[in-house]
């Protein structure tokens, strides 16, 4: 812009430069008023005088270059100044004295020029004379003629009054009605209004240049609403739109956007995506909306005469070449701004051979006003000559250019067009019976077709259709020539239709489901479609339906305790329910239902009569959880089977009975009956499960427990009982303790011996609730009247006791054995264990047990004696104990001197204190150990002190660290002679009485040195 700005001014420089010659030249009168690039003669000049710059209060000559006179006795004024004529050379400083042929030249230039203006806006400029940058004294009478152009329209003259004295000459140069570069130059100036101005030469002053913009037009007054790539003019001159977080406040600057004299171009590099509110400031203060100017296009089926939708978009969808599409703008800031059109898109179409139109059928999407939120470009349907395949379509602006060089497309639809030709598909080949399976029919647009099983016979069971379909017509509208066609295939058994009649949607598309049972025929079928309105219009497709299969698995290994939870899982492809039968020794032959074993003797158990299949999932598979416990069946081998359909059991004929709606449907006339069929009319599989009688291990953590210890009794309880209930009987002792079983049968539980607890035998016995889950021996609290209380709180006894089969009230009615076991009359503990056990053997309860004992005595900590050991070696403390395994032990090893330490010393007491667990010994005690290392310790007696950390209980002894172990060496032995040995009587070392530190360790070593001498 600034080098079509420098051009022009070339351009308009190059064209007010006019020929000097006298004729052009404007009489000055001395002392009067010429201007910068003016051609003059100055009167009372003779030839050959030249014009000085002088100072006009000093009235001397100073610096500047003379303005020659010319031959014509003209003068071309190049700058501003005041002169006087010498035909003499003048120096700088000579004086000035012939005022009669002294001139001021003052410089015209142009002021408040701006550098842009919306098109159709006036254009304003001020002219202004200064002489050396002051104002001249005052004259008048003279007249300055402004000239304006753009490009090639006609240019505009303007005349105004110079007037030296006073403020610049507004000149108003009126509007330009197109974009581009406008040149203002001053043309001349004239001595009267209305006369031919005196050609002038152009200075840079006396040239200026104004960008005339094109504009958006201003939006309507309730929606002050602008859009990126615009070039708006705000009419107030603003030179900033702000965007603030808090409009309200005016806070947190978001965005700020530069502009003139109320002219800003939106580009996107300065919107920056910040749409939305902006303040005007250097202007009125107004707030104006700046948006993006977004189209989105839909496409949507016809349901109106005038192109009205119900919504339903063919986007990414299949329509028929005759099928009405209405094709919607939306343009939500753009359409709500402007009452009139400001803006005009088109719908460019991608065929499927690549081409690009705006033409769809019959219909064109050119040039469509975006005046409203949601615009109807237009509504048409492709037409039958319209080539098959993908089609495209996106909106794009046409107008205005800036829009339709900058703004981005809108999204794209796509849409596929399908051939009219009529054509049935089916989603899969073949189906397993009792699943559906679907065809799609394809053809015309909302057009009628008939379909049917082509070849089927009313003696079989056939595929039906699904009722209530959408599309689905009344059959009653099949024409008589397609009826024709369909024969005796057009038939309805039970009340399912095989045949019918279905409208095409939109797309031309259909898709019909028919539905199969589990005694479907399994063939092959022909389904055969027909156009209603034209019998030469079919096509027909193939569907084999076969038979599925079942099958069946147990968790597990195939051996089962019997209580336990038997997870039953197969598949079954055939029909959408499983039947579970059992057969094993002394059952009903043809088997019992899974689920009625318990009542095995039962008519109504009987596999025949299942009423309560287990459903089949719909990925084909199904589970069946057996739970055993109250399954009434002895240990065993036994084998289940699972069928597809109702069977009568394994048997290989039909029941001849009537049994429940899940067998084979029989009709005779108005009466219906069901019946179960043979094995081999069904899909089954086989599974075989050995049943055996749960059993009960018990193992302690040990034998021995010492007092204020704990003990662990563990052991497995199979056949997935829920609880155990361990009994503990003593000296004047009875416990009573439930235990719960982990999933995979194992169990643990602790029980802690208390310090108060005798040093005695005891009994345990776990009972196991067996096949019943029940605990049969039941713990009863009586009063002094023998009554039965709820808790032992008021109780003066408690007893074991098991009731008769079928009683359940607390008492002693009914009881088959009770002893007690708490309070007057109570068993010793021995003789109670053995009537718990005795009670549990009873014949009459399912419970089974198992019994063990544990002793409790004092505890106890042994420590063997290191002996003396060398100052610095490493050696290992050891030990035994009735502590319990993993129980944790103190050992202390420390100085068991006493002796004062010297203050000034910096000698300190050696030892160690560390814990170590106790590990089983091999048979025996319990052993435990702890590693020493003396490093750094000093010569002294030390004591060695372990004690139980969860029991009470401590022992210590003593050892010596010396400065060397010295071992008696043996004396020699002649050779061949053979030496005589000694054995020494075992003894046992005695607990060495603390002694005095080092000095009694170092009087020791010289004894036994003194021993060993004495040998030698």
């Known amino acids: 812009m600034k080098i079509m700005a420098v051009l022009a001014v070339l351009l308009a420089t190059a064209l007010c430069v006019g020929a000097v010659s006298a004729a052009d030249a404007r009489v000055v009168a001395a002392d009067g008023y010429a201007f910068v690039g003016e051609n003059i003669t100055i009167s009372g000049t003779t030839q050959g005088d030249d014009l000085y710059p002088f100072d006009a209060t000093t009235h001397k000559v100073i610096a500047g270059d003379p303005i020659l006179n010319g031959t014509a006795q003209n003068y071309i004024l190049t700058y501003s100044g005041n002169f006087t004529a010498s035909a003499a050379p003048l120096s700088v400083g000579d004086g000035v004295l012939d005022s009669a042929k002294n001139i001021t030249v003052a410089q015209l230039a142009f002021e408040d020029v701006p550098s842009v203006v919306a098109v159709g806006k006036d254009v304003t400029v001020k002219l202004n004379a200064t ?203 753009l359409g709500t701004s402007y009452a009139t059109t400001l803006a005009t898109a088109k719908i460019v179409f991608t065929t499927p051979a690549g081409g690009k139109t705006t033409q769809f059928g019959d219909a064109d999407y050119k040039d469509v006003k975006i005046n409203a939120v949601k615009v109807l470009a237009n509504f048409s349907a492709a037409g039958s000559t319209a080539a098959a395949g993908t089609y495209t379509a996106q909106a794009e602006f046409s107008a205005p250019d800036y829009f339709k060089n900058y703004a981005d497309k809108s999204n794209t639809i796509s849409f596929t067009l399908q051939s009219d030709t009529l054509t049935v598909t089916a989603a899969k080949d073949s189906v397993v019976r009792s699943n559906p399976f679907t065809v799609t029919i394809g053809g015309k647009a909302n057009a009628k077709y008939a379909i049917y099983l082509d070849g089927i016979s009313g003696s079989d069971i056939n595929p039906y259709l699904q009722p209530s379909q959408s599309g689905q017509q009344d059959v009653t509208g099949i024409s008589s020539d397609v009826k024709g066609k369909m024969g005796d295939s057009a038939l309805i058994q039970n009340g399912k239709y095989t045949y019918g009649l279905f409208e095409t949607d939109a797309s031309g598309k259909r898709t019909v489901q028919y539905n199969t049972a589990g005694d479907t025929e399994d063939k092959t079928y022909t389904v055969k479609v027909y156009n209603n309105a034209d019998v030469t219009d079919y096509d027909s497709v193939k569907i084999k339906v076969e038979k599925g299969a ?259 009230t607390a008492g002693t009615a009914g009881l088959q054995a009770s002893f007690v076991v708490e309070g007057t009359n109570k068993l010793q503990g021995s003789n109670a264990a053995d009537a718990l056990t005795k009670m549990i053997d009873s014949a009459n309860i399912d419970d089974i047990y198992t019994k063990l004992t544990f002793t409790v005595a004092e505890p106890w900590i042994k420590i063997v004696n290191p002996g003396d050991q060398a100052l610095g070696s490493k050696f290992t403390i050891t030990g035994t104990t009735n502590l319990a395994v993993d129980d944790q032990i103190l050992v202390e090893v420390v100085s068991s001197s006493f002796n004062a330490v010297d203050k000034t010393s910096t000698s300190t007491t050696s030892g160690v204190s560390q814990t170590t667990k106790v590990v089983a010994g091999n048979g025996g005690d319990n052993t435990w150990t702890v590693e020493v290392d003396t490093t750094n310790w000093k010569l002294d007696e030390y004591t060695i002190k372990a004690s139980g950390i969860e029991v009470d209980v401590t022992t210590t002894t003593n050892f010596n660290l010396v400065e060397k172990v010295v071992t008696p060496t043996p004396t020699a032995t002649a050779t061949g002679a053979t030496p005589t040995t000694t054995t020494a009587p075992a003894t046992t070392t005695p607990t060495q009485t603390p002694g005095f530190g080092a000095f009694i360790a170092l009087a020791g070593l010289g004894a036994v040195a003194l021993l060993v001498l004495r040998r030698n």
């Not at 009625?596 to 299949?613: D, F, G, H, I």
């Not at 059991?649 to 043979?678: M, Q, R």
């Not at 607890?757 to 009586?782: C, G, L, R, T």
């Open 131 to 333: 002489v050396n940058g002051q104002k001249p004294a005052a004259t008048t009478g003279l007249f300055a003629t402004v000239i304006a152009t753009l490009g090639t329209t006609t240019p505009v003259e303007k005349e105004v009054t110079v007037d030296t004295s006073t403020n610049a000459v507004l000149v108003e140069l009126g509007s330009f009605e197109s974009a581009g570069t406008i040149t203002i130059a001053l043309k001349g100036v004239g001595t009267s209004s209305g006369a031919t101005p005196y050609l002038a030469t152009c200075d840079a002053a006396s040239v200026t240049t104004v960008n005339a913009v094109s504009v958006a037009p201003a939006p309507i007054a309730s929606a002050p609403n602008a859009f990126v790539y615009q070039v708006i003019d705000t009419g107030d001159g603003a030179t900033t739109l702000t965007m603030y977080k808090d409009e309200i406040g005016k806070s947190q600057v978001v965005n700020v956007i530069s502009g003139e004299n109320g002219i800003f171009n939106l580009l996107d590099s300065v919107v920056k995506g910040n749409y939305g509110a902006y303040s005007t400031t250097g202007g009125d203060d107004t707030v104006i909306n700046i948006w993006y100017p977004e189209l989105s296009l839909k496409a949507e089926l016809t349901t109106g005469e005038n192109g009205e939708t119900e919504g339903d978009s063919i986007d990414g969808k299949t329509v028929g070449k005759n099928t009405k599409v209405s094709f919607l703008i939306e343009a939500p800031k």
């Open 550 to 808: 079942v099958t069946v698995t147990a968790s597990g290994d195939g051996s089962y305790y019997i209580g336990e939870e038997i997870k039953l899982t197969g598949t079954n492809t055939d029909s959408s329910n499983i039947f579970l039968f059992i057969t094993g020794p002394n059952l009903a032959v043809d088997g019992i239902q899974l689920k009625e074993v318990a009542n095995k003797e039962a008519t109504a158990s009987r596999a025949l009569y299942n009423a309560n299949p287990i459903a089949v999932k719909t990925d084909n598979t199904w589970e069946y959880k057996w739970d055993t416990s109250k399954c009434g069946l002895d240990t065993g081998a036994y084998t289940i089977y699972a069928t597809s359909i109702l069977t009568n059991g394994k048997a290989s004929s039909d029941a001849e009975t009537s049994v429940t709606e899940y067998g084979k449907k029989v009709v005779v006339g108005d009466t219906t009956t069901y019946y179960a069929v043979k094995l081999s009319d069904s899909e089954y599989a086989t599974v075989s499960v050995n049943l055996k009688q749960p059993f009960l291990s018990a193992v302690p953590s040990g034998t021995i427990v010492a007092k204020g210890d704990k003990i662990y009794i563990r052991g497995t309880a199979e056949g997935d009982p829920s609880t155990l209930m361990l009994y503990i009987f003593g000296p004047n002792k009875y416990q009573r303790e439930s235990i719960t079983v982990e999933d995979d049968g194992t169990y643990e539980k602790k029980l802690d011996i208390g310090s108060e607890w005798a040093s005695n035998q005891y009994f345990v016995v776990i009972e196991h609730p067996m096949y019943n889950n029940e605990i049969d021996v039941k713990q009863v609290y009586y009063d002094n009247q023998n009554e039965v209380v709820p808790d032992k709180l008021g109780s003066v006894y408690t007893t074991l006791e098991i009731k008769n089969f079928g009683n359940t």
